[in-house]
């Protein structure tokens, strides 16, 4: 039960993500909601590289007994590259999603969604 | 080894790197002068299509070619299941590389002029080639993770090419509705691929599309997969973002967009037929319980009819033509969920074939249009129909160009569309008659539509407000034309396409165990 704690955490923040961009009417709360469902997916990235008793990945500082005697007990690191990239492309959406918003203050003069609706339907 | 050799051999990774290293080189280039970063963007594209027909040529003739990144073969020592990105390319990815490059080529032709007096062209062409290595890059790749970060790139451009136009409100509006939609629909892909990596300890397409159970965690991954794909896709019910980012950026834009969403479509088809084509072939009885298959026509034919009744209402040219996109995907969704019942025998084949085929059309009859439709506003800085007429008399190779793009996207011989559409109808027909019938009669729909739209624009009395207006310039008529030129010659010699490109990607397709033996030999 305590192991899956990580992924209950990660469902639940994606709903809650969820939740915000569907039913919030501020743009930056959209904003904030997208990154928390991103952080949920990061969560559950990072928590899919945890093995019980594999040893960190970074060959200098593993212990010289697990380098020795067994050396399939370090854990594979592409969880955390994985994780790393969507970082970095999380935080370039940010940028871009929060100037987009800056200039969208300025053409209409507000963040409520539904008054921002010159398009047609 | 000689060279040629050596290029084949690296010309996967070559394909993604020219237009990359263009993109950063481009902003440096263009302090010289703009003529000289015209030519710089033209020449860098004309080598990755040179380098794309190396490709296709030893694809074709060879079967399938891996390149591993980081090493000569997919697995490093004491590992049993590729662990290295690699870029796995077989005769559908030929298909879709060739019509990127053909879409980027031509836009960036049409861009010369139609963006001339533009400030910032330096960022728009940076962004064009950025937006091109991505579609290049989710077109080449045989790595899930590869593919989600080529599939974010392709969002951020995008969207920062949908709202170039900042000051107008309406561009940001649609850039803001397509990114919300696309970053979720991404971080949904993510999810799904760390489902596969959590099952399965790999990322390969190849390795996944071996080991997979379709157990209960595989149908939630199809599920998000197929939902965020298809919605880049612009498949309906999640077509809303589609008019308003298509309608609303510059339309040398909107023509390379389309092949952004192409690539989204390619994706769907690599997952349906080879992630899951092994569950699908062995797990899913045929017919009996093709739950999802069913579900894919319901879709496509919805999108058929709502794409085409949309476009009856429209006032808007650039919105009109984004809608008839709607249906036109419908058209190709129809084509696959059809061959997805019957996968490899008789009519599944032939609907199959149409479905693939129709991707290539659509991308050329829709670019058409909404080329001629950028021109109609460069020359009127008008986008409304209500407000245009009479610009025949004006504007006399445009017409013709409009004229040869509403026969192709509604399927009249002797045009492309008649010949994909064909394939499609009689298939589908063989599967069911109902739907032939509401394809066929939305395809008319689909010609009334254009007629409506062509009095209203090139008929009628000549309006005094456009007694100025001027045929467009030479680079955009080129650019119509090299379209027009690529419709009239497929219309012509369908089966030189079909035999030739068409023919290996349906069959790549459907043939997703040597996808798989190519990666992991031994494997049965």
């Not at chain 2, 790999?202 to 298809?230: S, Y």
């Not at chain 2, 689909?446 to 456009?466: C, D, E, R, T």
Request: charged content about 10%.
């Amino acid at each position: 039960m305590i192991y899956n704690i990580p992924f209950i955490a990660v469902v639940v923040m994606i709903f809650i993500g969820l939740y915000a961009v569907l039913f919030k009417r501020n743009l930056v709360k959209m904003v904030i909601g997208i990154s928390i469902i991103e952080s949920g997916v990061n969560l559950f990235l990072i928590t899919l590289g945890y093995r019980e008793g594999g040893v960190v990945p970074i060959f200098t500082s593993a212990p010289s007994e697990a380098v020795k005697n067994a050396p399939g007990s370090m854990v594979l690191p592409v969880p955390q590259a994985l994780t790393l990239t969507s970082i970095v492309i999380g935080v370039a959406v940010l940028a871009l999603m929060l100037s987009l918003i800056m200039h969208i203050y300025k053409h209409y003069g507000t963040l409520d969604v539904r008054k921002i609706r010159r398009l047609k339907e | 080894m000689n060279w040629f050799e050596l290029i084949t051999l690296h010309s996967p990774p070559l394909i993604v790197a020219v237009p990359l290293l263009a993109a950063f080189l481009t902003p440096l280039v263009s302090k010289i002068n703009d003529t000289v970063r015209n030519l710089f963007v033209l020449i860098m594209l004309s080598i990755t299509g040179l380098l794309i027909a190396i490709l296709g040529y030893d694809v074709l003739t060879n079967g399938i070619r891996t390149y591993v990144f980081g090493g000569g073969a997919p697995l490093p020592s004491g590992m049993n299941i590729p662990v290295r990105i690699m870029f796995e390319v077989d005769g559908m990815n030929i298909f879709m590389v060739i019509i990127t490059i053909i879409l980027a080529i031509v836009g960036i032709v049409y861009s010369w002029s139609f963006m001339k007096d533009q400030d910032g062209l330096d960022k728009y062409y940076t962004i064009i080639l950025l937006l091109v290595t991505s579609m290049l890059g989710m077109e080449l790749t045989g790595d899930l993770f590869n593919f989600f970060v080529f599939l974010e790139i392709s969002c951020i451009t995008s969207c920062a090419l949908i709202a170039f136009w900042v000051h107008k409100g309406e561009s940001l509006e649609a850039a803001f509705k397509y990114i919300v939609i696309s970053s979720i629909g991404a971080l949904f892909v993510l999810f799904a691929i760390g489902l596969f990596y959590a099952q399965y300890n790999a990322l390969n397409m190849a390795t996944i599309a071996n080991a997979i159970q379709f157990g209960f965690l595989d149908k939630i991954a199809l599920v998000l997969l197929i939902a965020a794909l298809a919605m880049k896709a612009g498949l309906v019910p999640m077509h809303m973002w589609l008019p308003d980012a298509y309608g609303e950026a510059p339309p040398s834009i909107t023509f390379i967009l389309a092949g952004a969403t192409l690539a989204s479509l390619y994706g769907v088809l690599r997952i349906c037929f080879t992630i899951y084509g092994n569950a699908f072939a062995n797990i899913m009885p045929v017919l009996s319980s093709a739950i999802i298959e069913w579900f894919i026509i319901a879709l496509s034919l919805a999108a058929i009819l709502i794409g085409v009744i949309m476009a009856l209402i429209q006032t808007d040219f650039k919105r009109l033509i984004a809608y008839a996109a709607v249906a036109e995907i419908g058209y190709i969704f129809l084509g696959i969920g059809v061959g997805l019942t019957s996968v490899g025998v008789g009519y599944g084949e032939i609907a199959l074939k149409g479905g693939v085929f129709h991707i290539l059309n659509d991308a050329l009859d829709i670019g058409l249009l909404f080329l001629v439709a950028g021109a109609i506003y460069y020359a009127t800085k008008e986008t409304s129909l209500d407000k245009m007429g009479g610009l025949a008399r004006n504007m006399k190779y445009t017409t013709v160009f409009f004229i040869v793009g509403l026969l192709a996207v509604s399927g009249m011989p002797p045009f492309n569309g008649f010949a994909s559409k064909l394939l499609i109808y009689e298939s589908i027909y063989q599967l069911n008659p109902i739907l032939a019938i509401v394809a066929i009669l939305a395809s008319i729909l689909l010609l009334a539509v254009f007629v409506k739209v062509f009095y209203s624009v090139f008929m009628g009395p000549a309006l005094p407000k456009f007694k100025d207006v001027k045929e467009v310039p030479r680079s955009m008529l080129i650019a119509m034309g090299a379209i027009v030129v690529i419709i009239i010659i497929f219309g012509l010699f369908p089966n030189l396409v079909i035999d030739n490109i068409v023919q290996p990607a349906a069959s790549a397709l459907v043939d997703h165990s040597s996808y798989i033996l190519k990666v992991l030999p031994g494997v049965t």
